[in-house]
């Protein structure tokens, strides 16, 4: 079969499905790929290098869609390209189904297969399918540097001989895929970063980055994003009041906002109203992630920048991964191989569309002339952090009894043992020599301490000290030392294999330790 990437027709789209590399390692899955002439120039992928990658560059999007079974795209397919489908062609693609009936049905009228990239399922197993991932990391790393470009400033501070230079102060509101992308680059460009988002599960991840989480005085209980596909769930009337006064307090300190709050298949929620914008310093800057939904601010115009009666600049955007247009290809032409590889079990060049795998179930929106959209809920779903369980703080009466309790049941478990191991070696001694029991008598204490030992250290710290109480044990070895000078000579072989196994023990288990210890010290 054949698999074929066209030219993107969408206005400005610089993006394509296809690098010479995907294209190297879809051959290797026995696919023969084909490429629009042209349809990589503006990402950097000239035809010579496509030619040079075995692929076959044909001169029109029309003659692309008739010579190909599969079709790989970025943008949704328009008008004209629907009509190019044949029956039981696939069509790989976003494809945005949930608005988009128009486009599902002339799918289901031609007989297409569909598979919509923003569908696949956020389950572990399709992270390297994740195309929105792919896109939104890439636009919440271009969205800083869209701001420091606006931005009149250094991000970092600065104390020079020309004065003093402030660090720029960065509120990222949205702590998704974009969100993190736009912390850590701001982190690294030496910016104060700010965050905010209302699942508090991410409080942790957004600290881990160097940034400070902002927190609410409110509390309510908020749904674990990994309960719903790893988004933000719709907060409460009182939540988003909140909320908003906690923006309208940030507002005049703040030099750069960067909003990325939004749900799939619903506008973008008002989150930096009028009033916030008209607090903010001139030439402060605001960059809207969210501008194809409607926006996060309240003065976002899609696709273009602007700059307030106040001086503040709102970028409003939608083309962050096509400004990036040779990494975000990259990226998404490795989403797409990947998909092809689940597609292609056997490696033979041929497309099993097995509707009972969640992914590609879960990412088809048309099969077989029938439209399959909206999928059922993957059969594997991500587990939901369960709520923590507070812990009821002991009174210092309550600890002391506790204390005391614990120390009674302990003292019980030691005299019983003491007394079994006393009535064992007792019955033992009324058959055996006097002198296997003086041996056995020392086997037996020696168990017992060095169960002690080890028993009481933390299960935590078992690697690096099982190691020293290993070599520490090996004082055996001084037993061993004192029988060499036996007559018999079995017992001499004995004792010099002992001592020289436990040579080894001590040795060995210092030096492991030692190395141990040396992973956690800074050169």
């Known amino acids: 079969m054949k698999i074929g990437a066209p030219k ?12 010479p590399d995907s294209a190297k390692q879809l051959q290797k899955l026995g696919y023969d790929c084909a490429i629009e002439s042209g349809a990589g120039e503006a990402a950097g992928f000239s035809n010579a290098m496509y030619k040079e990658a075995g692929v076959e560059v044909l001169k029109t999007g029309a003659a692309l869609f008739k010579a190909c079974d599969i079709v790989a795209k970025v943008r949704q397919p328009d008008a004209t390209e629907l009509k190019r489908l044949d029956k039981g062609q696939t069509l790989i693609s976003f494809f945005n189904p949930a608005a988009n009936d128009e486009g599902m049905e002339a799918a289901k009228a031609k007989g297409a297969n569909v598979i919509a990239m923003e569908m696949v399922p956020r389950i572990s197993r399709a992270q390297k399918m994740d195309a929105l ?29 020309a004065g003093k230079v402030p660090p720029a102060k960065v509120l990222v509101v ?36 160097g940034a400070e989480f902002v927190y609410l005085d409110f509390e309510e209980e908020q749904a674990d994003g990994a309960s719903s596909g790893g988004y933000a769930s719709v907060s409460s009337p009182e939540f988003r009041e909140a909320q908003l006064a906690k923006f309208r307090e940030l507002a005049p300190e703040v030099d750069i906002v960067i909003t990325t709050a939004l749900i799939p298949n619903r506008e973008a929620p008002e989150l930096w109203t009028e009033e916030m914008v008209q607090a903010m310093r001139p030439g402060s800057v605001i960059v809207d992630l969210a501008a194809e939904k409607g926006g996060n601010c309240k003065l976002t115009v899609m696709d273009e920048k602007i700059v307030t009666d106040n001086g503040v600049t709102i970028v409003g955007y939608t083309d962050f ?3 990036m247009a040779a990494q975000a290809s990259t990226l998404y032409a490795t989403n797409i191989r990947h998909m092809m ?23 088809t929106v048309t099969f077989e002339g029938e439209i399959t959209f909206p999928p059922p809920p993957p059969k594997v779903q991500a587990i939901a952090a369960q709520p923590k369980v507070e812990v009821k703080e002991l009174t210092p009466e309550e600890k002391r009894a506790e204390e005391v309790a614990a120390f009674k049941k302990e003292t019980r478990n030691q005299v019983t043992l003491i007394g079994v191991g006393a009535a064992f070696l007792l019955a033992v001694g009324l058959v055996a020599p006097a002198s296997f ?10 168990v017992f301490i060095g169960f002690q030992v080890i028993w009481g250290v933390a299960h935590s710290l078992h690697t690096p000290l099982m190691a020293v109480t290993n070599a520490i044990s090996s004082i055996v070895i001084l037993g061993a030392m004192t029988q060499i000078g036996s007559g018999s000579f079995l017992v001499i072989l004995l004792s010099a294999l002992a ?25």
């Open 133 to 161: 991932s792919s896109m939104a990391n890439i636009a919440g790393y271009r969205a800083v540097i869209e701001a420091g470009n606006n931005f009149g400033r250094f991000f970092t501070g600065q104390i020079t001989a």
């Open 321 to 323: 991964p096509s400004r």
């Open 499 to 523: 001592v020289f196994m436990c040579g080894i023990n001590i040795f060995g288990g210092f030096m492991v330790t030692r190395r141990m210890l040396a992973m956690f010290q800074k050169s």
């Open 174 to 209: 949205g702590a998704g895929v974009a969100g993190l992308a736009a912390i850590g680059t701001s982190t690294s460009l030496g910016a104060i970063t700010l965050a905010f988002d209302v699942r508090p599960e991410v409080a942790e991840q957004v600290e881990s980055m």
């Open 437 to 446: 029991m003086q041996h056995f008598i020392v086997f037996v204490l020696s």
């Open 341 to 363: 590889t689940d597609l292609t079990p056997e490696k033979d060049g041929q497309i099993n569309h097995d509707m009972e795998d969640d992914v590609i179930r879960g990412a």
């Open 8 to 19: 993107e027709t969408f206005a400005g789209e610089a993006r394509v499905a296809m690098t």
